[in-house]
């Protein structure tokens, strides 16, 4: 028997999602105060600079360990815990196999992973947990993106094409 999940399912609230704006705001405004004479020194040169953006993404198999036999139940030809990774820059996209799709759908969501819409997807209910990453910039901001999700299905339908590089 086949069972399957949609992947339409509520998505975890991010890391770090309990700290309220003001403390937020009180932390900004300390480094910014402590950081104010030498951000000036360097603002005529960084003007020229203009906005960075490149992606480091990682999509991790993770371990299943089975209780008492220290094995992987998971089958398939990769070894368990095995991390694939690469350097997506979208001007011009390169580094990637799907890079204009996936610059085009950080291009749509601002750079922020989490604002992707979901997809539709019947997802099999096995699982092969795989965690992804993406650290870099878009457009000069910082990106910091990470979250595990019960197989591939699961995170390509949250994800779309960001962590398909694997293929």
Known sequence: MTHTITAKAARRRPRGTAVTPAVTAAALFAVLAATAAPARAMAEPAAH???ST???LTVTRDDIPTPGLGFSLRPGPRPVGDTRGTLLLCDPPQGHTRAAEACAQL????GDIRRFPLRD???PMVYAPVTAEARGEWQGNPVDYRETFPNACAMEAVTGVLFAFDA
């Open 49 to 51: 600079i203009g906005h």
């Open 54 to 56: 490149w992606l480091h």
């Open 107 to 110: 291009d749509a969501a601002a």
């Open 121 to 123: 997807a019947a997802c």
